[in-house]
């Protein structure tokens, strides 16, 4: 039994005056049982955050392969352990398209994380154009075994299927879409890592609320989700936590 986890992403969006919100998220997870809660602020409030955590996982959104050394603007999961961060998302499409991540770089990031004890979350998705095609399954299932580490680290992994056409833009995959991609995940995972494949979670994101958390949470093979948009504040954030606890 996989228990559901729910994981807040802020992207570039959140400042100290916020820190309030993240203060009513911890309240809201530690009441609800049974249900995993992280929450990813940028780099500059992860310090703050885990001060106000109350218990809730506070990690980052990104994290540099390397140890230390001459890597402008970057941070390392050793930097990232000394603040309590205790996860990472890594392999966003937001990354993965911005500053042009290929599958090697997102697995070097997701060895760096796991050696240092981060739980680590590698996101997969396809555009809209390769859904068109009819190459979706295939895309993920490559990026799937592209993107992550093999088997023999302690951290626990956890994979994110976001399809990018569906973040921030409101389109929700159906049921029937995130059934058909989380069972090729799992599928693809168990051929990858045997019997441990089966234990990974697999999370759905992409315009993830309140009133669609419900039905994506009962379909087969969704562990919980990313939330982009509707983490930022505890109204919104809150309802999809308890959503998931009563699944
Ligand atoms: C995300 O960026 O991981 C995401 C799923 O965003 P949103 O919920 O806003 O679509």
């Not at 693809?188 to 992409?206: K, M, N, P, S, V």
């Amino acid at each position: 039994m996989r228990r559901k986890l729910v994981v807040g992403n802020w992207k570039m969006n959140g400042n100290l005056h916020q820190l309030a919100e993240i203060a009513e998220i911890a309240a809201a997870a530690k009441a609800a049982a049974g249900v995993d809660v992280a929450l990813c602020p940028p780099f500059t409030l992860i310090a703050p955050a885990v001060a106000r955590s109350n218990g809730l996982a506070i990690g980052a959104q990104d994290v540099h392969p390397a140890e230390s050394g001459a890597h402008t603007g970057a941070v390392s999961a050793a930097m990232l352990k000394e603040v309590h961060a205790q996860l990472v998302i890594v392999g966003h499409s937001e990354r993965r398209a911005e500053a042009g991540e290929t599958d090697a770089q997102v697995r070097a990031k997701a060895e760096a994380a796991l050696a240092r004890g981060l739980q680590t979350i590698v996101c997969v998705g396809e555009s809209e154009a390769e859904r068109e095609a009819g190459r979706h399954v295939d895309v993920v299932t490559g990026q799937v075994k592209g993107s992550l580490p093999d088997d023999g680290h302690e951290g626990e992994m956890v994979v994110a299927y976001e399809p990018i056409w569906a973040i921030g833009t409101g389109k929700v995959a159906t049921p029937a879409d995130v059934a058909e991609m989380h069972a090729a995940i799992r599928g693809a995972l168990r051929e990858r890592l045997g019997e441990r494949g089966g234990r990974i979670r697999i999370l759905y994101g992409g315009s993830v609320k309140a009133d669609n958390a419900a039905e994506l949470f009962a379909v087969p093979d969704v562990d919980g989700a990313l939330v982009g948009g509707a983490s930022l504040t505890a109204a919104q954030f809150v309802p999809i936590v308890e959503a998931a606890a009563r699944h």
